[in-house]
């Protein structure tokens, strides 16, 4: 590993290579925070796919280019002199010393819990009206019910053992089972949801991010779908032409991989 040196230096030919592209490339020229978004959001789910794969060289470049976009909006932020990259970073560091003054002052913590609800008290008093305003409104469902649940936590709204959250998905899948039955699809989705919430609340109190935990089976399902294909490939099969029992064979072959 390199040392401080080496790495503000590598910083450094990163913010040169920067302002050249800037100044010479068409397609870069032509960039703005609005363009750049959507490619942003992109690199993040791709650096995501990288740890959930556990593959460590793509980790490396994903970062790269989620960084490369850090200093793209920087670059752009200096050209109409509202900010640039060491605004950006004493922007960052100034928080985190704020945030933790069990580290930068002489406030005492005991453990993890209370540097999560002392970070939730100081940004109300930073002026923040409601602990939930950090919550982006365009996250995806999920991730913003974990976000906020993990964000009332932080202030003591939440329950005081793991069982009776279970408890409260029993009693939300209950009430989806009664909807069901009544046949009203509006009452159905709202129940259904519940559920979904409960069962975000509930994999907080295991220690399982829900995301993650969805993508892994979502990938263990791809790959065993993926091996039920070429197997009916081998057999010069359509898998519509194949009944449940055939499929299932192939199935779990694949779940025995």
């Known amino acids: ?15 040169i290579i920067m302002d050249e592209l800037r100044e010479q490339c ?4 032509k960039q703005t925070l609005e363009s750049l978004r959507h490619l942003t959001i992109e690199e993040v789910y791709e650096l995501g796919d990288a740890i959930l794969d556990n593959d460590l060289d793509e ?10 976009h850090i200093v793209f909006y920087a670059r752009i932020g200096s050209e109409t002199n509202d ?68 964000k009332v936590a932080g202030v003591g709204f939440d329950w005081e053992h793991p069982e009776q959250v279970f408890e409260k998905v029993e009693e939300e899948l209950a009430e989806l089972k009664l909807e069901i039955t009544n046949g009203n699809k509006d009452a159905i989705e709202s129940e259904f ?10 994999a907080r109190f295991l220690k399982v991010n829900p995301e993650n935990a969805l993508e892994r089976t979502n990938k263990k399902f791809i790959k065993r779908f993926q091996y039920l294909e070429s197997k009916a490939k081998d057999l010069n099969k359509s898998l519509k032409d194949m009944t449940l029992s055939e499929m299932d064979v192939f199935w779990e072959e694949a779940k025995s991989l």
């Not at 590993?1 to 913010?15: G, I, V, W």
Request: charged share 35%; glycine share 4%.
């Open 1 to 15: 590993m390199s040392d401080k040196t080496a790495q503000l230096k590598a910083f450094e030919r990163l913010l």
């Open 193 to 202: 949801g519940d559920v979904l919430f409960s069962m975000i609340n509930y």
């Open 83 to 150: 900010f640039d990259i060491a605004d950006v970073c004493h922007s960052i560091c100034d928080k985190l010393v704020d945030r933790h003054p069990h580290i930068y002052g002489d406030v005492k913590v005991e453990n993890e819990e209370d540097v999560k609800r002392n970070w939730e008290q100081l940004k109300l008093k930073e002026g923040k009206k409601s602990v939930l305003e950090g919550v982006p409104k365009s996250l995806p469902a999920m991730v913003k019910a974990n976000r906020i649940q993990d």
């Open 26 to 29: 068409p397609w870069d020229k």
């Open 59 to 68: 980790v490396k470049k994903e970062l790269g280019d989620v960084l490369l």
